[in-house]
């Protein structure tokens, strides 16, 4: 079976923007949440809670969410692009970028693929300004989790800026980036991991021996 053709529905077959100013509000509005929220609560959460733990999983929390929500859902329904990756029955990796062709390629709202673009430019750039921050204040635990963030972000700003170039298939500088960028997300699965199963101390029994 070919993973090219299997789709539930068919790639650029969504509904053609309308003449209202956002046709697809509530996707719309899930683009933003998710990554604004994860900015807000790293700014401002230290007001509400010391706990660093609590802050950086629910932050993670976020960001997956935000990834997943812009990987499959908005890029495709807002500015018809998308991005995946499929294993051949040789046990190859490839990476596909896909933009919408012929007849539906400009069903696409102005105010939609502004929003869209914006928020994955912006946020993108604030998760650089902290990292930038994080360093200099040589705060390591802020920098792992801007770290985490970044990686994310730039994991779909890169699949979407490709998708927009028009290169449906690359295996050269570009996989071997996706590639790199995607060992990074297998380490943040990793981090969490760790953190939920981290074991707790034994308790501290003196040796007993033989007078």
């Not at 996707?27 to 959460?45: E, K, N, P």
């Not at 650089?128 to 989790?145: A, D, G, V």
């Not at 707790?200 to 007078?211: C, E, H, L, R, W």
Request: net charge neutral; with cysteine; aromatic share 16%.
């Amino acid at each position: 079976m070919d993973p090219l053709s299997d789709d539930t529905i068919p790639f650029g077959e969504e509904n053609a923007a309308n003449s209202t100013k956002l046709p697809h509000p509530c996707v719309t509005f899930f683009h933003l949440f998710f990554r604004v929220s994860a900015v807000l609560i790293y700014f401002f959460g230290r007001i509400f809670t010391e706990s660093f733990i609590t802050l950086f999983v629910l932050i993670i929390l976020l960001l997956s969410m935000d990834f997943w929500i812009v990987k499959n859902i908005t890029g495709r329904i807002m500015v018809g692009l998308r991005w995946w990756n499929y294993v051949d029955d040789d046990g190859v990796s490839h990476w596909v970028y896909e933009s919408r062709k012929g007849s539906v390629q400009h069903r696409v709202n102005s105010s939609e693929y502004t929003i869209f673009w914006a928020g994955l430019w912006s946020v993108t750039g604030m998760w650089i300004l902290f990292f930038i921050t994080s360093f200099f204040s040589i705060n390591f635990k802020w920098m792992l989790l801007v770290s985490i963030a970044l990686t994310l972000n730039i994991a779909n700003l890169h699949g979407y800026i490709k998708c927009k170039g028009g290169n449906q298939e690359n295996m050269g500088i570009s996989s071997m980036a996706s590639s790199f960028i995607f060992q990074n997300i297998g380490k943040v699965r990793e981090t969490m991991s760790s953190l939920n199963n981290t074991p707790s101390s034994p308790p501290n029994i003196k040796p007993t021996g033989i007078v």
